[in-house]
């Protein structure tokens, strides 16, 4: 676990690094549940930032939800899940 400065350094990160920077170390530890977790939390992000539309979600929609991945870095998107990428990063680096 890394100790306040380290996650304070990484909550001085734009999103969009923490998400490459996440997906990364995800991707060197083989980290299949960190990117499941990370597909679960994409609707709830989506409804936070206002998009309630995107934020509807059942099983029929699973492809929809991996193009959302693919834009995970990016805009309002990014910054709501900010969280999950400075916990991921905080724990695992």
Same mark, same amino acid.
């Given at each position: 676990?890394?100790?306040?400065?380290?996650?304070?350094? &990484?909550? #001085?990160?734009?999103?969009?690094? +923490? =998400?490459?920077? !996440? @997906?990364?170390?995800?991707?060197?530890?083989? *980290?299949? %549940?960190?990117?499941?977790?990370?597909?679960?939390?994409?609707?709830?992000?989506?409804?936070?930032?206002?998009? &309630?539309? #995107?934020?509807?979600?059942?099983? +029929? =929609?699973?492809? !929809? @939800?991996?193009?959302?991945?693919?834009?995970? *870095?990016? %805009?309002?998107?990014?910054?709501?899940?900010?969280?999950?990428?400075?916990?991921?990063?905080?724990?695992?680096?």
């Amino acid at each position: 676990m890394a100790d306040t400065s380290d996650i304070e350094e &990484l909550e #001085r990160l734009p999103a969009a690094e +923490l =998400h490459d920077r !996440a @997906l990364r170390l995800a991707r060197e530890r083989r *980290d299949v %549940g960190f990117v499941w977790d990370l597909l679960r939390q994409i609707p709830a992000a989506n409804a936070a930032t206002g998009d &309630l539309d #995107r934020a509807k979600f059942d099983i +029929l =929609h699973g492809l !929809a @939800l991996l193009d959302e991945l693919r834009h995970a *870095d990016e %805009g309002p998107l990014a910054e709501a899940l900010r969280p999950v990428y400075v916990d991921y990063l905080a724990k695992h680096s």
